[in-house]
């Protein structure tokens, strides 16, 4: 939305889709959590009248996805009837452990009213659909820019059945399914099953399926290192420089595909555009593995010395980081370094001998270990396996654009620099959601970055070999 106002200013309007939450109304999550976000500091300072200028161009919609028909009133579905004629559906429940009734009813269930609203506009000129790049995540090596085969060839018959279930017979069943279909959690599999419903529901609607890899922070727009939402790869830079997380299971030397969000934004925007009025359907990939990979190893490299050199304040331990490659080390690693500690750390603050101090951190420390299980479980397929998206579509599509266009719309993954991208990464983690404001940006920074890096004596920990015994002497 921030780039369409930029660069799209004389666009007719935003009709943007907001539910209630937690007691707060819509228009008030407009204001606190939309409009007053920094990513729109840069339009603030090119326009005095950004306020009212921006009132006058978005219009809300409240609504709730996963209720009846939308949770739209009649005069706001003729709104949207009569006025939208582009649609770009972003919604989603991303936690990879939702109950597969759940992530049914927001990742499938939910695009297809939307997709049935979008056909009934007067001037609908296109849809466009944010996937993942892991509708794939039950393959390995190279994917092409196409549907992804189920092992049941009749999506509407498999929604149907799975509809049809209750949430306690869909809990039971989950594992199940997801190992027929070879996911590793409810959100790509019903991710997945959404692409194939909107091909098979399409008719003539010009359909545009967007698959990003791992988002994060901004390359260029609006500010170098922008970020707001901690997760995926985010997660682990943030959760490392504070010194929370100290492993997890994978294997450095495959390639981690990442790729900045404006990036990903400028590309939506862009395949949007050419798609529009056109009776087909498209499926891109954003990512950097066909043209700029790198490895999770040389990212380390760039994240940990950093965060080593250059703490959060709010760190509680001194950042160290690594990947263990086989699963019995890890087990062994997580027994000696967090569950036997924890526990016997918990069993003291709570004898007569714990202090409320010592009770209050044992609570906390239980609090950390559920999160690494929880890290655990939602990563290791992504740090443990490597794809390869092909970009073919995307490139055309480049191409297409007029030179003006193609430097407004940046969308080229292999411009991207990634040790000072990572920096700035980092800074943003810091300054956007840590909201440490007065770290420098790393740009600005009269340093000498090889040589800080040779000088990190281990920003990346030693082997299992070595680690085992000190926990034991330790205990």
């Known amino acids: 939305m921030e780039k369409i106002l930029r660069d799209l200013p004389d666009v007719g309007g935003v009709y943007l889709f907001v ?35 921006v009132k006058k161009k978005i219009t809300l919609i409240e609504g709730d996805l996963t209720a009846h028909a939308l949770g739209l009133s009649e005069s706001d579905k003729k709104l949207i009837r009569d006025n939208v004629n582009i649609f ?30 979008a056909k009934e506009c007067k001037s609908l000129a296109s849809f466009t659909h944010i996937s993942t790049a892991y509708v794939s995540s039950n393959l390995q090596g190279h994917v092409k820019e196409r549907l992804i085969p189920m092992r049941e060839t009749d999506p509407e018959r498999t929604f149907l059945r799975l509809s049809q279930l209750t949430p306690s017979e869909l809990q039971k069943r989950a594992p199940q399914i997801l190992k027929a279909h070879g996911y590793p959690n409810t959100y790509t599999y019903t991710k997945c099953l959404t692409e194939h419903l909107l091909v098979k529901r399409r008719e003539k609607v010009p359909l545009v399926i967007m698959r990003p890899t791992i988002v994060g922070s901004a390359f260029r727009e609006p500010v170098e290192g922008w970020i707001d939402a901690v997760m995926a790869a985010s997660a682990i830079f943030l959760s490392g420089g504070l010194g929370f997380l100290k492993f997890l299971p994978g294997r450095i030397e495959l390639v981690g595909d990442q790729v900045p969000v404006d990036i990903v934004s400028n590309a939506i925007l862009a395949c949007t555009c050419l798609n529009a009025n056109v009776d087909q359907y498209n499926i891109y990939h954003v990512g950097s593995s066909a043209r700029n990979p790198i490895t999770w190893a040389k990212t380390l490299e760039i994240v940990f010395p950093y965060w080593a050199h250059f703490p959060p304040k709010k760190a509680v331990a001194k950042p160290k980081f690594v990947f263990i490659p086989h699963n019995t080390s890890y087990q062994i690693q997580y027994l000696f370094r967090f569950k036997l500690p924890i526990k016997m750390y918990g069993l003291y603050a709570d004898s007569m001998m714990g202090t409320d101090a010592q009770k209050k951190k044992a609570f906390l420390l239980k609090k950390l270990e559920h999160k690494q299980t929880r890290s655990v479980k939602q990563l290791t397929h992504f740090t443990s396996n490597e794809w390869v998206f092909d970009d073919t579509n995307l490139q055309i599509a480049m191409q297409l654009l007029t030179k003006e266009d193609r430097e407004k719309f940046q969308f080229d993954v292999s411009v ?12 943003g983690l810091r300054t956007f959601v840590l909201k440490e404001d007065d770290a420098e940006h790393p740009s600005q920074m009269n340093v000498d970055w090889e040589d800080l890096r040779s000088k990190v004596e281990s920003a990346l920990e030693p082997s299992i070999g070595k680690l085992v015994p000190q926990q034991l002497a330790k205990l």
């Open 19 to 53: 539910r209630p939450k937690k007691d707060t109304p819509p228009q008030e999550r407009l204001v606190k959590q939309i409009l007053n976000s920094r990513i729109f500091d840069s339009l603030r300072k090119k326009r005095p009248n950004f306020e009212e200028w």
């Open 88 to 117: 770009i559906h972003c919604a989603a429940t991303l936690d990879f452990d939702e109950p597969l009734d759940i992530a049914l009813l927001h990742n499938v269930q939910a695009t297809l009213e939307l997709f049935q609203l």
């Open 416 to 427: 991207v620099h990634w040790a000072p991208y990572f920096r700035a990464f980092c800074w």
